[in-house]
């Protein structure tokens, strides 16, 4: 038999803690080692304990569960955490989790099955971050990149837009999903007028069959198939479920060799949902002070909430501006090496929005398809695995 995960709960209330307990109890798979009923207890007994999972009450006495738990995350780093909601998770809740380097959570209403499942699968990923297999670094034979950045209006859909079209043209597989619901441009981008697009499966989406999918998705004249997001907001980001998203993507992965993910606000359940599923989390930021500290803060966050590091490619747009900071700073204001820099040009970036050309196809020897096109082709799947480069952009696109 296999040993039991090991679980601790932390929660003031006695009655919470017996209906958890009574929950778990079911499974021989979790064994409950602990309970506190307070911060100070819940620090003491799992740093001495290192529990594979912690449940933690939200409103927990007397600093808050998320206070501690990050506590708890940088003593013992074997230990997932699983924070138990008192409310349902908002946008504002979604941030100060990701802040704190949680993004697994349960409510009251969370059925039995689906704790447990929660349990094995937050106790399953944190085992594989501790002990990277050979698994884990083999290169895959498909690809899913999420663009993502610590604030709107940094030059995702810019990107995830041009570097599909440049990865179409080194493949017939790829295809691009506009997860902005709350108003997409990708379609705009690429002057598509897409008769159907996310929004029209949505909220009674019922499932994911090839008809579905094949009457949300437009073909771009480079190759690329593309499934767009409604083109006004008119749709509530919160539909966009992480079921939902690791669903889509999941059918996404069988039968395209490149996912390219735009998404929307970085703390929204759809984004981290793609971000959970990728390979690749391009993260894209600014270039000036108060940008690179918003990205140096939004990274650390990813770090915290345990994405893999070598999963993270920084991306730093609008670079060649008078006054800017050295390259090298950058890299040491954010502590991050950075993949690529992506130089400002306002014209070019201008017309091929406005027109729906891509740049990469449309201009694409100007210096910003150039490195667009090196990044893509850096991404590109060889047959021969190789270990992944970790070269500064600074001296790789140089
Ligand atoms: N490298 C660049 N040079 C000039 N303008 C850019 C560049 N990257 C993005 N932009 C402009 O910045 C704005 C925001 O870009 P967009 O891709 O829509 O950001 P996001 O998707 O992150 O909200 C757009 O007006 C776009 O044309
Ligand atoms: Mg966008």
Redesign the pocket.
Known sequence: MTTPITVMIANSQFAERERLKKQLATHAGIEVVAEAQNDRECFDLATRLHPQILIIQDELPVLGGLNIAEQVSERSSETGIILMLSNPAGEEMWHKMLRAGIRDFITRATPADLVIEEIRRVASARKSAQTPSAANIEKPKSLIITVA?PR????????ATNLAVALATHNEKVTLLDLNLAGG?VAVLLDLMPQRTLGDLLPTFVGIDDDIMSSVTAKHSSGLSVIPAPLSGTFDSAVMSRPLVQNLLRYLRDRYTYTVA?TGYPNLESTLAAMDSSDIILV?VGNDLPRLRDGKQYLKNLIAANYPKERIRVIV??TGVTKEIPGKEVEAILEFPVTAQ?????EL??VS?NLGQPFVISAPHKP?SRVLKNLAESLVISSTPKPPKHKSAFTFFA
């Open positions: 950045a709107g209006g940094t030059g995702k859909t810019v990107i441009d735009d894209v747009n609008r992506l130089p400002n040009d306002d970036v201008g929005v910003l």
